[in-house]
């Protein structure tokens, strides 16, 4: 089989595993009660799951951790969580995070 | 119902603003990596999970093993399961192809956006799932248009241009206004500092140990107070 033939056959699998995925639970609930515990941990999906793929973009660089006033992507994302907590405005938080990194970058250098 | 359909649209469209640049900087990174352009427009609608085709992308530019590839991807996917717990009790009355449909449409980001109208009181649960349909489909229809905008114009994007930055931002739009009490922040920071801590994990186990982590500390949080 050809890369390409393979790659192809991988990204059907991956899909139909990421699909198995997110219907799981939609599908199943009504056969499978959720015990009680786990109802509670659902809660905290949406800041848990969203936060965990914020955090590496910010802090990582390289592969290893930058945490340091001269890291643009760090100080850019703190001046937009302070837009989005302060507005609650999606469209003024991307706006204001993108802008405060160009400046910082051309800035800092 | 097309009311509720219209409001999961409009409710996706500031969003757009970091999907959009995250579509572009997608088609863009897979042209840059050698992927072909049938390939990398396809993972788009067959896999349809914006950093789990980053992933995919720069794995198979370094020539990794299909199954290494499948396995990573599995892994970064995981939290779409949680995703579908949260969501499932609001969709239970619903016929199976709803059920089908609002699986596959279910990012991120239309999860984020779904979830919100369903925990709104006033709004009711009745015609929910025709909200999470709407910023599904429209999230959808984006992804595609960008990923092939990516795929032809992307080697113009400056990289100083840093596009790919907006997708924390768009997930800090989403989380910040999110944090309503001690327990859910306390979710948040412990998986946020898990999730670099752990950064170097293989297979990108550190993104699902952190969201474990991130929720079992919102229930400590929550018990302890």
């Known amino acids: 089989m050809s890369n390409d033939a393979t790659l192809l056959l ?6 139909l595993i990421t699909f198995g995925f997110r219907l799981s639970f939609i599908a199943l609930m009504d056969r499978l009660r959720l015990p009680p515990l786990l109802q509670r941990a659902l809660r905290y999906v949406p800041a848990a799951a969203l936060t965990a793929i914020i955090t590496p973009e910010l802090l990582i660089r390289d592969g290893a951790v930058f945490l340091s006033p001269l890291n643009a992507r760090l100080i850019a994302g703190i001046i937009a969580i302070a837009v989005a907590w302060r ?3 999606t469209l003024l938080t991307i706006a204001a995070g993108m802008i405060a990194l160009w400046l910082l970058q051309w800035i800092i250098r | 119902m097309r009311d509720e359909f219209m409001d ?7 969003i757009l603003l970091g999907v959009v640049p995250f579509g572009l900087i997608y088609g863009a990174l897979a042209m840059a990596n050698g992927l072909p352009a049938s390939l990398a427009l396809s993972m788009s609608s067959i896999v349809f999970a914006g950093s789990s085709q980053f992933v995919i992308t720069q794995l198979a530019a370094l020539a990794t093993p299909a199954f290494v590839i499948i396995l990573t991807a599995a892994v970064v996917n995981l939290r779409h399961m949680l995703y579908s717990a949260s969501l499932a009790p609001y969709l239970q009355h619903l016929p199976a192809r709803w059920k089908v449909a609002i699986a596959y449409l279910l990012t991120d980001e239309a999860y984020a956006v779904a979830i919100t109208r369903f925990n709104r009181a006033d709004k ?16 959808w229809i984006t992804w595609q248009i960008t990923t092939l905008a990516g795929i032809t114009l992307g080697a113009f994007i400056p990289a ?16 910040t206004p999110a944090l309503r009490d001690r327990a859910i ?10 999730a670099v801590l752990a950064f170097a994990m293989p297979l990108k186990l550190g993104l699902i140990t952190a969201v474990v982590a991130g929720i079992i ?8 107070t």
């Open chain 2, 217 to 224: 500390a919102g229930m400590l949080a929550e018990t302890n």
């Open chain 2, 185 to 194: 922040v306390s979710a948040a920071v412990v998986a946020g500092v898990i």
């Open chain 2, 160 to 175: 100083a241009w840093s596009l790919d930055f907006a997708l924390p931002l768009t997930f800090i739009a989403l989380v």
């Open chain 1, 10 to 15: 991988a990204l059907i699998i991956v899909g």
């Open chain 1, 87 to 89: 507005t609650k405005n």
């Open chain 2, 124 to 139: 009711g649960g009745a015609n929910g799932h025709w909200f999470a349909l709407g910023a599904g489909v429209g999230l």
């Open chain 2, 8 to 14: 999961g649209v409009k409710g996706v469209l500031p």
